[in-house]
């Protein structure tokens, strides 16, 4: 895979400073400019090959949320800023990653690796760089125990009703969302996940085995409602 180039766009001269080492110990990023202000990096992003943008929240005259939004085909974005409370529009914002000053140089290759695999699963699609708005997001934004996450579907196991919230099993832990399961249903894609219960969402991939009136995802049983039992047959009638 050829070299990412990205672009800084960052007011603070200390934090200029901390990206411009962090990407020169990544041998699989190319730095192609920094910018102090947004508007100065249009510009380059319209004249330049700009594959990534570290772009800080906090800017002068446009904030780096607004000045995304204003690109018609933006680079994959990594946001930076001091400021947590602005994570979920960023997440909204479909950014790659989220990074809160101050990081360290583990957490910017974390999010660096995630831009990686996206810039590669985008070009083995399509032979280029897609803009970020073409690409399904993958993941949802939950509100759970007094904090925004960011879940990923593949890391989905399994929803439950429960009441007036909704557990959502992940790989690494469940969280209880106040959320309708209708609600919850509408927000994930339908040829990935599918409602098998009244009170029960899978998703397709997780699927081990279907036993009786039960589905087995990573060794727990699912039951099967009757009302949706012909729903999922055609699923595994498909060629």
Known sequence: MKKMRCLVIEDEPLSQDVLVKYIAGVSELELT???GDALSASGLIRNASV???FLDINLPVISGIRFLKSLSHPPLVIFTTAYPEFAVEGFDSDAVDYLVKPFSFERFLKAVNKALERGSYLE???????APE???Q???ILHADKKVHKVNYSDILYLEATGDYV??????ATLMVHETFRRMEELLPADLFIRVHKSFIVPLGRIS???GNRLNIAGTMI???LAFREALMKVFRKP
Do not use: R
């Open 51 to 53: 594959d990534l943008i």
């Open 209 to 211: 085995y279907m036993e």
């Open 33 to 35: 400019g920094i910018c």
């Open 223 to 225: 039951p099967v409602g």
């Open 124 to 130: 083995s699609k399509t032979g280029q760089v897609k």
């Open 167 to 172: 557990k959502v099993h992940t790989l690494t």
């Open 134 to 136: 073409q690409e399904n």
């Open 138 to 140: 993958g993941f949802l």
